[in-house]
């Protein structure tokens, strides 16, 4: 009777980690294709072409920290599809275009409401809260 208990507490659907949605293995390679040049493969804003901006690409390691604990979903997604509008510092990060483009997925943003955004955003938004110091 033990066992057969046990098993019905095995298929009881257990609720995710609170956390973007995405695979961070593909987040990790698209991130290394397109954001390490400047960003550095670690994420910490030494990339060896950072030496050459106007302006440090930031570490990234850290946007958990500065964001109070929270990992700023909604403002990730905005800079990496280039929809965050004005002067800002990150105005140099390049307009991606067809890199990012396919399917849609929908994350939940770190304010608890539905963010649609691309497959390949949700991934290296996923890698990004992976590496959060």
């Not at 066992?3 to 095995?10: D, G």
């Not at 609170?18 to 961070?24: F, H, L, M, N, S």
């Not at 400047?38 to 910490?44: P, S, Y």
């Not at 849609?104 to 649609?116: F, I, Q, Y």
Request: net charge negative.
């Amino acid at each position: 009777m033990r066992c057969v208990a046990a098993l019905l507490i095995c298929l009881i659907p257990v609720a995710p980690e609170a956390g973007p949605a995405g695979d961070v293995a593909r987040g990790a390679q698209l991130f290394r294709l397109h954001c390490a040049a400047c960003h550095g493969l670690d994420a910490r804003g030494l990339g060896p072409l950072a030496d050459s901006m106007k302006i440090t690409p930031p570490d990234l390691t850290g946007l958990s920290a500065r964001g109070e604990g929270a990992f700023p979903v909604r403002t990730i997604v905005k800079r990496i599809a280039n929809r965050s509008g004005g002067n800002r510092p990150h105005a140099e990060m390049p307009v991606y275009g067809w890199f990012f483009e396919g399917p849609a997925v929908t994350l939940t943003s770190d304010d608890g409401t539905s963010l649609e955004t691309t497959e390949a955003i949700a991934d290296l938004v996923a890698w990004l809260a992976s590496v959060q110091d």
